[in-house]
């Protein structure tokens, strides 16, 4: 009698593998932003500007709010229910990538915005506020400032919804040909 329990046993153990790859992303991601959030604090005084280019900035701000500083006038709060947010997003972002590490597309984009909440709620449960640095603008308009964090979360949604729109369409492909 033949046991399929050795190649059970080895897809366990590829799959545990590639989780805990995403999870060393993740971490990179948060080194990563720490280590950049931290040069410029211990550099620059809050609000003062190193002009790179002519339509960008290396700059010290502190956001108590969310993206586009959505909450930032909240007295305090807003800091527990950001905190509470980021943590609930980890966990189910875990729970995804534990149960399907197998997903190129779909981990990656997770693992890209693991890290990028972690790196905030780093800040938030440090400081009371995240740290942003980069500043993009042209003549009189601004960009709201950003740090590494937000460009992994923004790269992580964008290629979810690639993941989306590309499973969308395997879909439909497979339906038509068997509807053939």
Same mark, same amino acid.
């Given at each position: 009698m033949h046991?399929?329990? &050795?190649?059970?046993?080895?897809?366990?153990?590829?799959?545990?593998?590639?989780?805990?790859?995403?999870?060393?992303?993740?971490? *990179? *991601?948060?080194v990563l932003d720490q280590l950049t959030k931290g040069y410029v604090d211990s550099h620059l005084a809050y609000g003062e500007r190193w002009h790179l280019l002519p339509f960008f900035n290396i700059t010290l701000l502190y956001n108590p709010g969310a993206a586009f500083s959505f909450l930032a006038d909240g007295h305090g709060w807003q800091r527990w229910l950001f905190t509470a947010i980021?943590?609930?997003?980890?966990?189910? *972002?875990?729970?995804?990538?534990?149960?399907? &590490?197998?997903q190129l597309l779909f981990c990656s984009s997770l693992m890209a915005i693991l890290g990028g909440a972690v790196g905030n709620l780093v800040d938030r449960m440090q400081h009371g506020h995240v740290i942003d640095f980069l500043l993009f603008y042209w003549n009189s308009w601004y960009f709201p400032a950003f740090n590494v964090a937000d460009v992994a979360i923004t790269c992580g949604a964008a290629l979810l919804l690639l993941d989306e729109v590309l499973r969308i369409r395997r879909e439909r492909r497979s339906k038509a040909r068997k509807a053939a």
């Open positions: 046991s399929d329990k &050795p190649a059970r046993t080895a897809a366990k153990v590829r799959k545990t593998r590639r989780f805990w790859a995403w999870m060393l992303g993740a971490l *990179i *991601i948060v980021a943590l609930g997003a980890a966990g189910l *972002i875990v729970n995804l990538l534990r149960r399907s &590490p197998g």
